[in-house]
Structure formats: structure tokens, C-alpha cells
């Protein structure tokens, strides 16, 4: 679906709007490439690394956005 790929775009380059995306779907852990674009918006943001390494990062939400 072309929505899709839409809205996975948006968040991994951490465009407008990634956050609305990542709420809407409950989104309360990441597992991101660690070159990512959106890996800095996200711990800008709040978010937590809970872990990393050359090939992942894996980010948990804010408490106050956790589980939607």
C-alpha cells in the first residue's frame, strides 16, 4: 500500500509529522537502523535507547506517549 511506504518514509527520514504516524499506531518501542534519520529526532524527543549497536538501535517512548 502506498500509504504505507508513505508513512514508514516519513518516520525513518524523521520528517513533519513522524511523531503523528508512530502515536496513531501505538507505537511504544522502536528497532531502527542506527543511521537512521529518525534516531536523532526520537532521543531529541525523549525517547529512550535501550539498546544499540552497529546494526540496531531499539528505542522505547516517553512514559507520557507509551501505548498510544
Do not use: C, K
Amino acid at each position: 500500500d502506498d500509504q504505507v511506504l508513505s508513512d514508514y518514509l516519513t518516520v525513518w527520514n524523521g520528517e513533519a509529522g513522524w511523531q503523528d504516524i508512530l502515536g496513531t499506531g501505538g507505537v511504544g518501542v522502536a528497532l531502527i537502523e542506527p543511521y537512521a534519520p529518525v534516531v536523532e529526532e526520537m532521543t531529541t524527543a525523549g525517547w529512550q535507547v535501550v539498546y544499540s549497536d552497529q546494526q540496531a538501535v531499539v528505542l522505547a517512548a516517553p512514559a507520557s506517549q507509551a501505548g498510544g
